[in-house]
């Protein structure tokens, strides 16, 4: 059965989707939306608030802007910066910087057995980092993966909750390193048929596309993982896809013991598989080890850059919805770096 047929508490996601979809039918697409389709308006389900709707085509970005020492630019404008899709140049039409758009924030947590050691320091962290982050307009949910992935605490902005639901987080030794999990040890929704490891591409996939395909404001997951993956039936480009349809940032905070790794006579990849799903996302990766005032420091970071990031719109030449992957760049006046998702798929607001 394919995974997302397999939905984290689809009981209670049904009854949540059932209770909004009318008000979402209503509403304007979100800001950061891939081009959406003429459709009427009552058919359209990605809301906005306090907007109208318009039947135009618009892609949006949120980026960050460095210079060659790494110091952030605030100062840009619209005519310093050019787009371009497919290598042809765009026309700007809004350009701003944001500091307090809504944001919906998924945080992924590592529960296999390559996590033991740190599991206490991510619920620390992540915790703080939350209590910091969320504000009335703002909502988390939380997911544990392992030889499961579980949905800990649904949509909230009740912090509290959110601390209960990290504080309750296991490690399930049945999953690391290569060893045989045992099905159903995580009492999670996804139905084992053989022993597995660390579901990764599995919960990136169920959280983007199952949670926050149709959620509005900025979305935003935070993955505290070492980047391995053993056992999922999604891949990393099907993973990667459905962050990059869902118009999901991707941030991954590292957290690997290379040298366990090495004890065990196993090659460690995570940290290349995490570099292109973040940067291909518009995110990036933090390397803490399993240092927790790094870890802390790396909270930090995502939370100033979430709140103090460039928007931009334009209308694209090529306004045909052929479902097509469409690549991005763009380049500011002085900028050596800039973070921005790299494409957008030009599907239609249900396409898959």
């Known amino acids: 059965m394919h995974m997302r047929k397999m939905l984290l508490n689809t009981g209670c996601l049904l009854l949540m989707m059932l209770s909004?979809?009318?008000?979402?039918?209503?509403?304007?697409?979100?800001?950061?939306?891939?081009?959406?389709?003429?459709?009427?308006?009552?058919e359209m389900p990605l809301p906005t608030q306090g907007t109208v709707r318009v039947h135009t085509n618009l892609v949006s970005l949120y980026f960050l802007a460095y210079g060659k020492?790494?110091?952030?630019?605030?100062?840009?404008?619209?005519?310093?910066?050019?787009v371009f899709e497919d290598k042809a140049a765009q026309t700007i039409r809004d350009f701003e910087q944001?500091?307090?758009?809504?944001?919906?924030?998924?945080?992924?947590?590592?529960?296999?057995?390559?996590?033991?050691?740190?599991?206490?320091?991510?619920?620390?962290?992540g915790t703080a980092f939350l209590k910091r982050m969320l504000t009335a307009k703002d909502q988390a949910f939380l997911i544990s993966f392992d030889v499961n992935v579980d949905l800990l605490a649904d949509y909230t902005n009740n912090a509290k909750e959110l601390e209960r639901a990290m504080d309750k987080a296991?490690?399930?030794?049945?999953?690391?390193?290569?060893?045989?999990?045992?099905p159903g040890l995580g009492q999670g929704p996804v139905e084992i048929q053989k022993p597995r490891g660390t579901l990764l591409y599995d919960a990136v996939y169920l959280a983007?596309?199952?949670?926050?395909?149709?959620?509005?404001?900025?979305?935003?997951l935070v993955l505290l993982t070492d980047g391995e993956d053993e056992g999922s039936q999604e891949t990393l480009k099907s993973s990667l896809e459905a962050a990059q349809k869902s118009n999901v940032m991707v941030y991954a905070i590292l957290l690997a013991d290379r040298?366990?790794?090495?004890?065990?006579?196993?090659?460690?990849?995570?940290?290349?598989?995490?570099?292109?799903?973040?940067?291909?996302?518009?995110?990036?990766?933090i390397d803490v080890g399993s240092n927790g005032k790094k870890l802390e420091e790396a909270f930090q970071q995502i939370e100033d850059e979430l709140r103090t990031q460039y928007l931009l719109s334009y209308t694209p030449t090529d306004q045909t919805l052929d479902g097509k992957f469409r690549s991005i760049k763009l380049e500011c006046n002085g900028a050596a770096r800039i973070q921005t998702r790299k494409g957008y798929y030009a599907v239609a607001e249900d396409g898959e």
């Open 98 to 125: 944001v500091k307090d758009l809504p944001l919906t924030i998924g945080i992924l947590l590592d529960t296999s057995g390559s996590q033991e050691k740190v599991l206490p320091l991510e619920q620390q962290a």
């Open 20 to 42: 909004t979809a009318g008000l979402r039918a209503q509403e304007a697409p979100e800001p950061d939306a891939s081009p959406v389709s003429n459709a009427p308006a009552a």
């Open 170 to 182: 296991q490690i399930n030794v049945g999953g690391g390193f290569g060893n045989s999990g045992i």
């Open 208 to 220: 983007a596309h199952d949670k926050m395909r149709q959620e509005s404001a900025r979305k935003v």
């Open 69 to 82: 020492h790494y110091e952030p630019l605030g100062a840009l404008k619209k005519e310093d910066c050019s």
């Open 259 to 285: 040298a366990a790794y090495a004890q065990a006579g196993m090659m460690y990849g995570g940290e290349r598989v995490l570099r292109q799903m973040t940067e291909e996302t518009g995110g990036r990766v």
